[in-house]
């Protein structure tokens, strides 16, 4: 995926952060849990009852929310440089990543920070570190497109 600086929109951008910061402090505050989705998706399989309703609402809510603004016009079409194959295995990686960090970005990122977490400022810190070095090494070798 590229993105396009010359059309790159920062207000838009501070206003989704914006939002997320809001919807993760609203989900704490009125469910007493962390918005963390790989926790949320985690808990989910297998379901337990009473737990799973909130969960897949949550988790529809996810799916729903670009495909509306999507259909809206809100959302410009992506590109992604990749095989499927190649995209299979980023997202196994990924899913391996969040199960040895017990958590994703949003969880540690965007909840655990704002508690001022050590366990989640050190994934945090991990996680963009991996980023960089993974970038790096992609443009290092001409792996990328």
Do not use: E
């Amino acid at each position: 995926m590229s993105l396009d600086w010359n059309h790159f929109t920062p207000l838009p951008s501070l206003g989704g952060g914006l939002l997320i910061g809001v919807a993760a402090s609203a989900f704490i505050l009125l469910h007493g849990r962390i918005m963390g989705v790989s926790s949320i998706l985690g808990g989910a399989l297998p379901p337990k009852k009473g737990d799973i309703a909130w969960r897949t609402s949550f988790l529809l809510g996810l799916i729903a929310a670009p495909l509306l603004a999507r259909a809206l016009g809100f959302l410009p079409i992506g590109r992604i440089d990749g095989s499927a194959s190649g995209l299979a295995v980023a997202g196994l990686l990924v899913g391996f990543g969040t199960a040895l960090g017990s958590g994703c970005t949003s969880g540690h990122g965007v909840c655990g920070i704002a508690r001022l977490s050590p366990r989640s400022i050190v994934a945090t810190i991990l996680f963009v570190g991996s980023g960089m070095v993974t970038v790096w090494a992609i443009h290092a070798l001409g792996l990328g497109g």
